[in-house]
């Protein structure tokens, strides 16, 4: 599964059907094994249980010298602090969980290669040329890429990298490694970009929802961790639960997002984020592994019927990217849920931090689905936010690249990855044990839109924007775009051809 870290790390079993499910890891070799134990977040060695084994790459330590070094983007916006890189590189040990664990994980892989691990952060939207340059002048200064998923794509389709089912020493059936990226994000069998333990970024990115518990109990709710559990949280459940609470607090006879109670806090990313997680996807693949569009259908409409009353209801919901320009959009979304002033807001996991100081509690919820039907809940991975690792063409030892990436990414899966997820989520912010649940079903299920991530024909960015803009004409407008998306498909195709 995409992050499957409980399996490693607790003896907990929660057996969800998943639409878009990945294979579970593979069992262990035996001479791969060992056992760990786990200690309580106080660091004290009272409680302690035996976890899954270990396993590591059978791979042996190596001279190899430098400097092993990630371009990674970051973006000089105010909004966007909170996506840079905090998984690849840290100077020193400073008592934060998280870069603690990336410290010492890269002083292991270090001494394991005689290597030092370096950072580049190259601001957006430098990043793209700079690769490039490298990659023509044949300087190979960057060893791994990490930039955003849909950034990504149109490098890889420009040639600036390597197929990493091609890249020696990278075991992509490994538990280590994001197994729904590697089933999603392949086109014509060549897969550029992954996710995997190395990040938590990726983590970060993940979309969910959050409810703020005094609202449900004030209004005398039903509890959403039973709906949940009963495959009864849909969006037809979200839609009622929301309209229960809505209320114009200053009565002045109109809702506004600074004053009001809103039921449901959504942005632009909310459309194509519920289409997926409603069971449906933009683009797919066919049985030869080529991209396909697969939007259109019954269910889609059935899908985008539900967005509508989101875009129209601005007495129930408010979609924070209408406001921006007007006030700190973001800001104002914590203060809503601070204030009592929202009762669900769809977030990216990254917002659940930002909530760390909040007074009032709240609760952590999967996306809802379409209806109980459906087997399972479903995740979206954010394509805007969530990174892609990439291996540029410049790399010139690709056995070196793939094994230290190899490694640093299985180390991750045993450091890195139960400190943000068991410390830092678990611990620090989730603040029930029912919370806990439901983010290991948001880290658990998750899935990639290829049509999203790739954009073809500028479909998906186009329905994002619907419910800033209040427009529902889903149909009609895929229809005029549907020949403008299978060109763009052709083209990708066309692209990867040529770097055969």
Not at 9 to 15: E, G, H, M, N, Q
Not at 252 to 257: A, L, Q, V
Request: glycine share 6%; charged share 30%; aromatic share 10%.
């Amino acid at each position: 599964m995409a992050k499957k870290i409980l399996a490693a790390l607790l003896i907990l079993s929660f057996a969800f059907g998943v639409l878009s499910a990945c294979d579970s890891p593979a069992k262990p070799d035996e001479n791969e094994s060992e056992k760990k134990e786990v200690k309580d977040d106080s660091g004290d060695e009272a409680k302690k249980e035996t976890a899954e084994e270990r396993i590591y790459p059978n791979l042996e330590p190596k001279d190899f010298g430098g400097e092993f070094t990630f371009a990674s983007r970051w973006v000089d916006n105010q909004d966007w602090t909170e996506w840079k890189q905090r998984d690849l590189f840290a100077e020193e040990a400073n008592g934060d969980v998280v870069n603690d664990a990336v410290y010492d994980r890269n002083r292991k892989i270090e001494e394991k290669y005689n290597i030092t691990i370096k950072e580049i952060s190259i601001v957006h939207p430098d990043l793209p040329a700079k690769v490039n340059q490298a990659n023509k002048a044949g300087d190979d200064i960057y060893d791994a890429v990490l930039t955003g998923l849909i950034e990504s794509t149109s490098m890889a389709q420009s040639g600036s990298f390597v197929d990493l089912f091609g890249v020696p020493n990278l075991d992509l059936s490994k538990p280590w490694w994001n197994q729904g990226a590697v089933r999603d994000l392949s086109i014509m069998h060549k897969l550029f970009l992954i996710q995997g333990d190395l990040m938590i970024l990726d983590n970060d990115s993940m979309e969910a929802m959050i409810f703020n518990k005094v609202l449900i109990q004030e209004y005398e709710l039903e509890n959403p961790y039973d709906l949940v559990k009963n495959g009864e949280w849909t969006f037809d459940k979200l839609i009622e639960m929301s309209k229960k609470v809505s209320k114009d607090v200053n009565g002045d006879g109109k809702m506004y997002i600074k004053d009001d109670l809103f039921g449901c806090i959504a942005q632009a990313d909310t459309n194509m984020s519920f289409i997926i997680s409603g069971g449906d996807k933009v683009g797919g693949k066919d049985s030869d592994d080529y991209p396909v569009i697969t939007f259109g259908s019954d269910r889609s409409y059935r899908i985008t019927d539900i967005l509508d009353t989101f875009a129209l209801d601005e007495d129930n919901f408010i979609n924070l990217h209408r406001h921006v320009g007007d006030f700190p959009v973001y800001d104002e979304q914590v203060k809503m849920m601070e204030e009592n002033r929202a009762l669900f807001s769809w977030i990216r996991m990254r917002v659940v931090e930002r909530l760390r100081g909040m007074e009032t509690d709240f609760g952590i919820l999967p996306l809802p689905k379409l209806d109980k039907e459906q087997p399972g809940y479903i995740t979206n991975n954010n394509p805007h936010t969530g990174p892609g690792l990439s291996v540029p063409v410049s790399a010139s030892d690709l056995e070196r690249t793939g094994m230290i990436l190899e490694d640093l990414c299985a180390e991750s899966r045993y450091t890195l990855q139960p400190a943000y997820y068991e410390i830092n989520l678990r611990g620090k912010y989730a603040r029930d044990d029912e919370s806990q649940e439901m983010l290991d079903i948001i880290l658990s299920n998750v899935a990639y839109d290829i049509g999203y991530v790739y954009n073809f024909g500028n479909f998906a960015n186009t329905i994002i924007y619907f419910g800033k803009d209040r427009k529902t004409n889903y149909a009609s407008t895929f229809e005029k775009m549907q020949g403008a998306m299978e060109k763009s498909i052709e083209k990708t195709i066309e692209a990867y051809e040529k770097l055969d």
